[in-house]
Structure formats: structure tokens, C-alpha cells
């Protein structure tokens, strides 16, 4: 059951596109007890169905800045590839705090950050 209500939540966030992906790394490293890099694999093939539900309703509503679109798309590509690479060559535990650190980060960004309104 537990691992549908984080399903669902999940997807709710990569709904919205704000990072369901990250949420569900969380549950499956310290709630499922996986390794990170299985949790980080099972994380990528959630990602593409997840994307790609999401994907028409920002497109209905303008929400693609397509000058952007097919640069953002490159960048991502090489750097997932290489970081992929370098991921698979590190040890776990290192990979660990480096996923936990990108956490406190984002947290301590998005609750100290400035405001931004648009």
C-alpha cells in the first residue's frame, strides 16, 4: 500500500514538474531499502512515462519556452550521459551524501531563496 501512496504523490509532482523523481529516490533508499544507484535506475524509467503524461498538458497551456527547448534538451542529454558514467564508477555511500547534500541544498534554497514573482 505504501508503495502506491508514494506512486501517487509522486506522480502528483511530476505532475506539476517539480521533482516527483526526487521524492521517490527518498522512499526507495530509506524507506525500501534499496541501493542508490537500483533506486536511481528504477528513478529514470519512472521519470520517462511520468514526463510524458505531464508533457501535453504544459504544452496546452504555453508552459514550453521552445527557442529554449531544443538547447536544454542537448545539455541534458551529454550531461545525464556523463554523469551517469561518473555515477556508476562511484561508491555508494559517496553517491549517498552527494544525493543528501543536493537535498539540503534545494531545501535550504527553496526556504531562505528569494522570492521570485512573475
Given at each position: 500500500?505504501?508503495p502506491l501512496a508514494v506512486g501517487a504523490a509522486t506522480g502528483v509532482l511530476s505532475g506539476f514538474?517539480?521533482?516527483?523523481?526526487?521524492?521517490?529516490?527518498?522512499?526507495?533508499?530509506?524507506?525500501?531499502g534499496l541501493d542508490q544507484r537500483l533506486a536511481q535506475g528504477i528513478n529514470l524509467l519512472y521519470?520517462?512515462?511520468?514526463?510524458?503524461?505531464?508533457?501535453?498538458?504544459?504544452?496546452?497551456?504555453?508552459?514550453?519556452?521552445?527557442?529554449?527547448?531544443?538547447?536544454?534538451?542537448?545539455?541534458?542529454?551529454?550531461?545525464?550521459?556523463?554523469?551517469?558514467?561518473?555515477?556508476?564508477?562511484?561508491?555508494?555511500?559517496?553517491?549517498?551524501?552527494?544525493?543528501?547534500?543536493?537535498?539540503?541544498?534545494?531545501?535550504?534554497?527553496?526556504?531562505?531563496?528569494?522570492?521570485?514573482?512573475?
Amino acid at each position: 500500500m505504501l508503495p502506491l501512496a508514494v506512486g501517487a504523490a509522486t506522480g502528483v509532482l511530476s505532475g506539476f514538474g517539480v521533482g516527483g523523481g526526487t521524492l521517490l529516490l527518498v522512499y526507495m533508499t530509506a524507506f525500501a531499502g534499496l541501493d542508490q544507484r537500483l533506486a536511481q535506475g528504477i528513478n529514470l524509467l519512472y521519470f520517462l512515462p511520468a514526463g510524458l503524461m505531464a508533457l501535453p498538458a504544459h504544452i496546452k497551456n504555453g508552459c514550453i519556452e521552445k527557442p529554449v527547448l531544443l538547447p536544454a534538451i542537448g545539455g541534458g542529454l551529454v550531461c545525464a550521459a556523463l554523469a551517469a558514467w561518473l555515477a556508476t564508477g562511484m561508491e555508494v555511500e559517496l553517491l549517498r551524501k552527494c544525493f543528501g547534500g543536493f537535498l539540503v541544498l534545494v531545501g535550504v534554497t527553496e526556504l531562505f531563496g528569494k522570492d521570485q514573482e512573475k
